[in-house]
């Protein structure tokens, strides 16, 4: 068997230990005679996996008790309606940092539901830029402030946070969540999907203060609730039991490589080889991202003309990089380069950019 290096941008690629380990044990749990997809999420064997989860979600990012840890369905897109169905109503907006594409859904669907006032849009930079973390603020009667941490199509990032003080800061974190330590209080909600950093597709994380989730909407249909989830530990319904013991393996690998700070280091390693190999370039890939906010998860980088980046794509191919080709909506490239791609993988791609430059320039 031969592994490609997977650059796509989710579902990405997983720690091999850990599809070693799933592969191993999906007949039969630890000799329990079934399988964790087979296994009722009212179990004992279930219930130590969602309860070691949740604890080493804690670990990992240090999440203070006074926050709840959720694991919900429905992905990151589901939270785009919950955040504002829990939190917005009235005549009381929330505020909106608009960074791309995926802040751009978030705030489609707040808007939905009650008034947002828009306090940054990146649309004349074609959002290649972020503001100032000290121009991020809230209108005084405002109920949240939404920012997405990383804008996974756009390849923009925050490398600090705004502080919002009295109003709940809500971050979509769906592509960096676990690439690099987080002032956690600073926050009222963190919200991911799996499928980029984190595991499989089909769990979503929500870190949520305790005393947002308690001044949240009463009224709501029971999912669509945060209470609910809280009062429950997230187990009001069948919670996607094997995609959650799946995260927990990731979770595993994380701490064993050494936690967030060590995978911090190591992303920003990753990430500099493959900016490297631009800056070498002399021009021949472009970046149209701010270089102050270049994401260090999503590298997105053009070349001189679409019919190059069509051979790029294809000779990557041939040398198994797979995934190299940007979002639809923007085009050029993309190299999604997440906590389990390796070393190694980011290596080969920038060699692989040096030489085509030199064969192609
Ligand atoms: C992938 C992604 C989403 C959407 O996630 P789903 O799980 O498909 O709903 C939302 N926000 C960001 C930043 C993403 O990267």
């Known amino acids: 068997m031969k592994r490609k290096y997977n650059f796509y941008a989710g579902p990405s690629t997983l720690p091999l230990p850990v599809l ?19 296994t009722s999420h009212r179990s004992s064997i279930y219930d130590t996996i969602h309860n070691e989860t949740e604890e080493m979600m804690r670990e990992l990012l240090g999440i203070p008790g006074d926050f709840h840890v959720l694991f919900l369905g429905g992905g990151a897109t589901l939270q785009f309606a919950m955040v504002p169905m829990n939190l917005l109503g009235g005549d009381t907006p929330c505020d909106f940092v608009v960074s791309g594409a995926w802040a751009k859904k978030a705030l489609d669907d707040a808007e939905k539901v009650g008034k947002v006032n828009v306090i940054f849009d990146g649309k004349d930079s074609s959002y290649t830029t972020l503001p100032q973390v000290r ?41 960096d969540i676990l690439s690099r330590p987080l002032p956690v209080s600073d926050f009222g909600i963190i919200y991911a999907g799996a499928q980029k950093n984190m595991g499989p597709a089909g769990v979503t994380v929500v870190i949520i203060r ?12 029971a999912y669509l609730s945060y209470k609910t989830h809280a009062a429950k530990k997230s187990l009001y319904n069948t919670p996607p039991v094997f ?13 064993n490589s050494g936690g967030v700070e060590a995978i911090e280091k190591l992303n920003q390693k990753k990430a500099g080889a493959v900016y490297g190999s631009m800056k070498k370039s002399g021009g021949f890939y472009t970046c149209p991202v701010d270089p102050s906010v270049r994401s260090h998860m999503n590298i997105v980088f053009r070349l001189p003309s679409e019919d190059l980046e069509k051979k790029f794509i294809k000779e990557a ?16 490239l993309r190299a999604s380069v997440y906590n389990a791609m390796p070393l190694d993988g980011a290596r080969v791609l920038a060699d692989f950019m040096d030489t085509f430059a030199e064969k192609n320039g």
């Open 20 to 38: 070693e380990q799933l592969q191993e044990e999906i007949v039969d749990y630890h000799g329990e005679g079934l399988s964790m997809i087979e």
């Open 135 to 175: 121009d991020v603020e809230p209108g005084s009667a405002s109920s949240y402030v939404h920012i997405t941490s990383n804008e996974t199509i756009g390849g923009v990032q925050w490398k600090e946070f705004p502080k919002t003080g009295r109003v709940p800061l809500v971050a979509d974190m769906s592509s």
């Open 210 to 221: 305790k005393d947002v989730a308690d001044a949240s909407s009463d009224g709501l249909p």
């Open 243 to 255: 995609s959650i013991y799946a995260v927990n393996l990731v979770l595993k690998w994380l701490k």
């Open 317 to 332: 191919a041939q040398e198994d990089m797979l995934g190299l080709k940007g979002h639809r909506s923007v085009g050029g």
